[in-house]
């Protein structure tokens, strides 16, 4: 079911949102080599407790889910791409981390992640979290009531294939709000005019997932971290956003 959200709700959403941002700027600074893991998920743990709120992913499980989110964040390097369980393992110059967080305040949920390079990387990683970035932000400026969901995910698609890099099919851009994940997913690829139209009051977590190699996906043997096919790295930026009557509101900014 399709929900759309009424002014106070988007206000909510906007406090969860606020949680989430203030959470990856304090992880994006700690971020450097010899931290690990497990230090960064502390880290949100205690900010979001201190701001009153919940963190989404823990003891998240969906049907497909062999067993509960253990974590806080998810912490997914190099050619991992989303849903990493932080361990003990210590951050190596020239990694690349995503940090993807939730947080749930109110009775709603926001959703953000970043990928941040540790130490300097290497100009193909700099390169493919630039244009991940740019893909996110083209999804975002045609994210206006009347256009379609096919609109976003084919911004998505042409700015991250112009630069010959791949879009993940195998995970979605999705709905957010009560749940945090509501009522419909949103392919990162598309047509322009073709899917759902929008209407003031959705709230998408948009999410493009980019791929330096081939699109294709692997599950790891901790049966949560979802890699690449084909070893290369990848990355992955998120906001969650609210249609209005005009320009798309970023909730997570």
Not at 32 to 54: F, Q, R, Y
Not at 115 to 124: D, I, L, N
Not at 226 to 247: L, R
Request: net charge neutral; hydrophobic share 40%.
């Amino acid at each position: 079911m399709i929900v759309l959200k009424a002014p106070a709700e988007i206000v909510l959403m906007r406090e969860s949102g606020r949680i989430v941002a203030l959470v990856l700027a304090e992880l994006k600074a700690r971020v450097k080599p010899g931290v690990t893991l497990l230090e960064l998920d502390a880290l949100a743990e205690s900010i979001i407790m201190a701001e009153g709120g919940t963190a989404s992913f823990k003891n998240y499980r969906p049907e497909s889910a062999p067993f509960p989110f253990p974590a806080t964040i998810c912490a997914s390097l190099n050619d991992e791409i989303v849903h990493g369980i932080p361990t003990s393992r210590k951050l190596r110059e020239g990694d690349i981390i995503k940090i993807d967080v939730g947080v749930k305040k109110n009775g709603y949920h926001a959703d953000s992640a970043i990928s941040v390079p540790v130490g300097k990387v290497s100009a193909e990683a700099e390169k493919l979290m630039r244009v991940t970035q740019e893909c996110l932000a083209e999804a975002i400026k045609v994210a206006r009531a009347g256009n379609r969901l096919g609109d976003l995910g084919h911004a998505i698609q042409k700015t991250a294939e112009s630069q010959r890099f791949s879009v993940v099919r195998e995970y979605t851009s999705h709905g957010v709000g009560r749940d945090l994940h509501e009522g419909f997913s949103m392919m990162n690829v598309g047509e322009p005019g073709q899917g759902m139209l929008l209407r003031p009051g959705l709230t998408i977590a948009v999410e493009p997932m980019i791929n330096a190699g081939r699109p294709e996906t692997k599950v790891k043997k901790d049966q949560w971290t979802v890699a690449t096919i084909d070893g290369k790295i990848s990355a992955h930026f998120e906001h969650t956003i609210a249609i209005t009557d005009g320009e798309p509101e970023i909730l997570t900014k």
